[in-house]
């Protein structure tokens, strides 16, 4: 089949969790198919070189756009979300899809026969607008008004709680029109594809979990200390500012005064300068921004910290981890659509304020806690394989067709 799939940047390196899942089941299902990704260039034309020709390597053919991506700071930040109110779009969606993307989709549908296309993301379904009578599948990494439910449901400030509201149900309606238009919608949990079922009365969604690839983490070899915590994710996603927030806040000092030698590392990419500035201050807590392997740090670490109380979707880190052999403690939140049992194949805390103690647990007593890793790393080698989740996806493709 002819393949194009719309998204954001080049997912490589695969340096974020919805970056690794495109990676992976896009590199294993163009041996099968010919895909297209359609894409926005990053600031750095280097990496963007590099990565088109990694895909073109692997057979996968590339088609980039520039966009400017505005700053996230500064007054002029502030007018762009003060216009967004007069548009029914939400300011992600609004900001990300771009009328040179909109061209290169147009471009491409008149040059060739496309069997389906995938918006990579669920704000891409505003770009496919321009294309009637297609195909088109929905990879919904989040249910999107779900993570801006949560984010009023966490935020204190009364003029923020106010605009996150707005983002919320532009946002729920949008992802009902998208759902609507899309011939599948593609959700990575049984617990998001059950909510676009009952929320938005869309019936056509498939799963097709989170996954791991095998080899790759089963060739770190553990070096642990007990007494060393890693939180690992993307900076650059505010559910994971929170978290890190919550865990400097109110976590970790409280392990630290218990356990005076525990350590914290901050492992992930793009970190603010505010957050580098802040971990320079603190005691025992080191920051690792944009590190090109994770599994050192999944190697000499004790326990995973997923205090998560914003996100949707499920969580690759978590997976990462277990399949890793390292023990994980995780929020509900943290640990959502994956199907794994608190007390057997990790530890789930509710409410976060928990979650110092469970770590403390782990630190004082690592063979129970590497005994519930490992429960975890079989389960997870057998049930989030990236080879059986991308012949999942095919499969969604080919009934497409039908």
């Known amino acids: 089949m002819n393949i194009a799939i719309v ?22 299902l163009a041996c099968a198919h010919r895909i297209t990704l359609i894409f926005h260039r990053g600031e750095d034309p280097g990496a963007d070189r590099e990565a088109v020709a990694y895909f073109g390597d692997h057979g996968v053919e590339t088609i980039g ?4 991506i505005p700053s996230k700071s500064g007054p002029a930040f502030y007018a762009r979300l003060a216009a ?22 147009r471009r491409h549908a008149e040059r060739r026969s496309v069997d389906v296309w995938q918006a990579e993301g669920v704000p891409f379904m505003e770009s496919l607008r321009v294309l009637s009578g297609t195909r088109k599948v929905v990879m919904a990494h989040n ?39 899309a011939k599948r919608v593609v959700a990575v949990s049984d617990e998001d594809a059950a909510l676009v ?27 642990r200390e007990v007494d060393r915590i890693v939180f690992l994710g993307s900076f650059e996603w505010r559910p994971n500012l929170d978290a890190v927030a919550l865990l400097l806040d109110r976590i970790f000092p409280r392990v630290l005064a218990a356990m005076p030698s525990a350590k914290l590392d901050l492992v992930g990419r793009n970190p603010p ?12 807590v080191k920051l690792h921004a944009n590190v ?33 052999g390292l023990p994980v403690v995780s929020t509900r939140i943290g640990a959502e659509g994956l199907r794994l049992t608190s007390g057997r194949d990790l530890t789930i805390v509710d409410p ?10 782990c630190i004082r007593d690592p063979n129970a806690a590497r005994a519930m890793a490992e429960a975890g790393r079989r389960l997870v080698l057998e049930r989030y394989d990236w080879d059986v989740l991308a012949a999942r996806l095919g499969r969604i493709w080919e009934a497409c067709l039908n």
């Open 352 to 361: 976060v304020e928990e979650m110092a103690e469970a770590l403390l647990g």
């Open 292 to 324: 090109p392997d994770v599994r050192p740090f999944l190697a000499r670490s004790g326990v995973m910290a997923v205090p998560l109380r914003i996100g949707g979707g499920s969580r690759l880190k978590i997976l990462e981890a277990l399949a890793s």
């Open 65 to 68: 756009v520039d966009q400017s």
């Open 273 to 284: 300068e505010s957050l580098a500035r802040r971990v320079f201050e603190l005691p025992n």
């Open 7 to 28: 998204g954001g940047n080049l997912p490589y390196p695969p340096t974020a969790g919805n970056r690794v899942r495109t990676l992976n089941l896009t590199l294993r």
């Open 197 to 223: 079922r009952q929320q938005f009365g869309t019936n056509r969604v498939d799963v097709v979990d989170n996954g791991i690839d095998r080899a790759y983490f089963a060739s770190v070899e553990p070096d």
């Open 143 to 181: 249910v999107e008004s779900q993570i801006w439910q949560r984010y009023h449901e966490t935020e204190r400030q009364p003029h923020k709680k106010w605009y996150i509201a707005r983002q919320w149900m532009k946002f729920e309606r949008f992802e009902r029109r998208s759902f609507a238009e």
């Open 84 to 105: 967004n109110l007069a548009s029914p779009l939400p300011y992600s969606v609004a900001t990300y899809n771009s009328p040179a993307l909109v061209q290169a989709i």
